[in-house]
């Protein structure tokens, strides 16, 4: 059996192995290895996101490999720089760690962390270790934002609603792995991998932030209703959503059929909602941002979103505080 982190390694050793192979860029002036890293300046709005993963809340470790785990929890964060329309940069790493876990299993979580920050052009600058009574990743992500930048409070009257992918799958991958819902071959396979492996779409982000007026825009990471809640929010409008435009994957379709209750509310989507000025064909918005794109509604005034069609149940978005239903 292999021993523990805590025996065989300490603080400053683990940080050493963990960093000693990370790539850096002409961005980073100073890495890994000193009190603080050092960067060049941001040739835009520099942007900056925080975010956590606990063990037990977020992830299970007998539910996927750690290298599918450090992916995951880098990709959180690089969504909330998509949803601006930002470039991501640089992150440090904020590690509390389980004695009992080996060297061996951090070695792979940073190796997927890696090949992560590696394909979205990400420096891994720094961090710290600490002791815990779970395993939690903490990713302090900076980005970059050289043209417009999209933010919650943009929504106008009048705009369209749309939605980047399709959305529940990970939710239900998630009670899938949980045992509360049964499926089974290349349903069960896709939605495992949904949950386990999602993608941030920097890029589609970055091409949609392009347009002028700059939309309204958040990632879905609490489930839709609940983000288009907080966008409408910080607009000060409401929202129409059709029940029948709701993308839903032929994984989920399979295996939960049309009920739209984890569509709307299960979250962990990492998909981005963004509202447009003018109104643009589904055909056309796919081609430009290189992902596929639903309308799903409209801004209206008022407040508040009202879900038209049969069908609509009642929603509830995750809440980090509560526990997940």
């Given at each position: 059996?292999?021993?523990?982190?805590?025996?065989?390694?300490?603080?400053?050793?683990?940080?050493?192995?963990?960093?000693?192979?990370?790539?850096?860029?002409?961005?980073?002036?100073?890495?890994?290895?000193?009190?603080?890293?050092?960067?060049?300046?941001?040739?835009?709005?520099?942007?900056?996101?925080?975010?956590?993963?606990?063990?037990?809340?977020?992830?299970?470790?007998?539910?996927?490999?750690?290298?599918?785990?450090?992916?995951?929890?880098?990709?959180?964060?690089?969504?909330?720089?998509?949803?601006?329309?930002?470039?991501?940069?640089?992150?440090?790493?904020?590690?509390?760690?389980?004695?009992?876990?080996?060297?061996?299993?951090?070695?792979?979580?940073?190796?997927?962390?890696?090949?992560?920050?590696?394909?979205?052009?990400?420096?891994?600058?720094?961090?710290?270790?600490?002791?815990?009574?779970?395993?939690?990743?903490?990713?302090?992500?900076?980005?970059?934002?050289?043209?417009?930048?999209?933010?919650?409070?943009?929504?106008?009257?009048?705009?369209?609603?749309?939605?980047?992918?399709?959305?529940?799958?990970?939710?239900?991958?998630?009670?899938?792995?949980?045992?509360?819902?049964?499926?089974?071959?290349?349903?069960?396979?896709?939605?495992i991998d949904r949950y386990l492996n999602p993608i941030a779409r920097v890029a589609a982000g970055m091409r949609l932030a392009r347009i002028r007026p700059a939309p309204a825009a958040i990632d879905i990471s609490d489930g839709l209703w609940q983000d288009l809640g907080h966008l409408l929010e910080r607009s000060g409008v409401g929202a129409e959503i059709d029940a029948r435009s709701i993308p839903l994957s032929p994984a989920y379709r399979t295996v939960a059929g049309g009920d739209l209750k984890l569509a709307l509310g299960g979250g962990e989507d990492y998909?981005?909602?963004?509202?447009?000025?003018?109104?643009?064909?589904?055909?056309?918005?796919?081609?430009?941002?290189?992902?596929?794109?639903?309308?799903?509604?409209?801004?209206?005034?008022?407040?508040?979103?009202?879900?038209?069609?049969?069908?609509?149940?009642?929603?509830?978005?995750?809440?980090?505080?509560?526990?997940?239903?």
């Open positions: 059996m292999a021993e523990s982190v805590s025996r065989s390694l300490g603080e400053f050793e683990l940080i050493a192995r963990l960093t000693a192979r990370l790539r850096r860029r002409s961005g980073t002036i100073l890495g890994p290895g000193d009190d603080c890293a050092i960067l060049k300046p941001a040739r835009g709005r520099e942007l900056i996101t925080i975010d956590s993963m606990v063990e037990g809340v977020h992830f299970r470790l007998d539910w996927g490999t750690p290298e599918s785990l450090g992916a995951r929890a880098l990709t959180v964060n690089l969504s909330d720089i998509a949803a601006m329309g930002g470039r991501p940069t640089a992150c440090v790493v904020n590690l509390a760690i389980r004695p009992d876990l080996d060297a061996r299993f951090f070695d792979r979580l940073y190796a997927g962390m890696a090949r992560a920050a590696d394909a979205a052009g990400v420096d891994i600058v720094g961090g710290n270790v600490t002791r815990a009574a779970a395993l939690s990743i903490t990713i302090a992500l900076l980005g970059e934002a050289r043209g417009g930048v999209m933010t919650r409070g943009a929504a106008r009257p009048g705009d369209h609603l749309y939605v980047t992918g399709t959305l529940g799958d990970a939710a239900l991958g998630w009670r899938v792995l949980d045992g509360q819902v049964k499926a089974r071959g290349a349903a069960r396979r896709f939605l998909e981005l909602l963004f509202a447009l000025r003018k109104e643009r064909s589904e055909a056309d918005l796919t081609q430009r941002l290189g992902v596929p794109v639903s309308r799903i509604g409209r801004i209206v005034r008022g407040r508040g979103a009202r879900l038209r069609g049969d069908g609509a149940p009642a929603i509830a978005g995750w809440d980090q505080l509560k526990e997940r239903p």
